[in-house]
């Protein structure tokens, strides 16, 4: 057991690349996975499952067809399913998602900005 | 959307007793709560689901049949279902659990430690 724990600052430490999730913990079929963000995201949605967004470090924003939330440090904000959210970060932002293994970061769209799922780092 | 982000700091200001995980999430039919623990708790397991335990401040140690693990603010660990442990903290330790709706605190077993479930904050 010992040697299984997660170090968060580690994990971010290791990649750079924006828009691109890596998994780092698995809970029954539910993904940890950190990413840094920075400038927009597109719009999308997740049929058949919430979402969440913790900031690890920064800001976010998370725009929804009626509204906006802003997420600092240490904030978390779970999107239901099949609200559509476009997420954006003014500067770099490291967050945590979690959500259903199998989920693209894309959702229902599928362009360039579909990262490779299941990347363990 | 606006109002429903949850800011991990101000809910733990919220409370101080120990051992007793409030709800400030849900994602699908998983739960997101916040604890402060000291000292030892008892010896139990999840038979059905594991559960993820998120340092927020502090230090912990889960300890398990076969050796422990030390966690400190930052670090994360994923007990697998059905693994006996014990978690405690020399000092306060403030911490996220994130495991399905309807878990006991106290696992398998029932006591004077057993939490009311469902209790959000």
């Known amino acids: 057991m010992k040697n299984k724990k997660i170090n968060i600052r580690k994990k971010l ?21 950190l990413a840094k963000i920075s400038g927009e995201f597109i719009w999308h949605q997740h049929k058949s499952t919430d979402e969440v967004f913790y900031v690890v470090e920064g800001k976010m924003i998370i725009e929804f067809r009626d509204g906006k939330v802003e997420l600092s440090k240490g904030e ?7 609200v559509e959210h476009k997420p954006y970060a003014e500067k770099e932002c490291h ?3 979690i959500e259903q293994r199998g989920v693209l970061n894309t959702g229902e769209v599928k362009n360039e900005l579909t990262a490779i ?3 363990w780092i």
Do not use: T
């Open 117 to 119: 799922n299941d990347n």
């Open 76 to 82: 978390m904000f779970v999107v239901p399913k099949g």
């Open 95 to 97: 967050i945590m998602l």
């Open 13 to 33: 430490s290791k990649f750079n690349d924006h828009w691109n999730p890596k998994v780092v913990a698995e809970m029954n079929d539910y993904q940890f996975k």
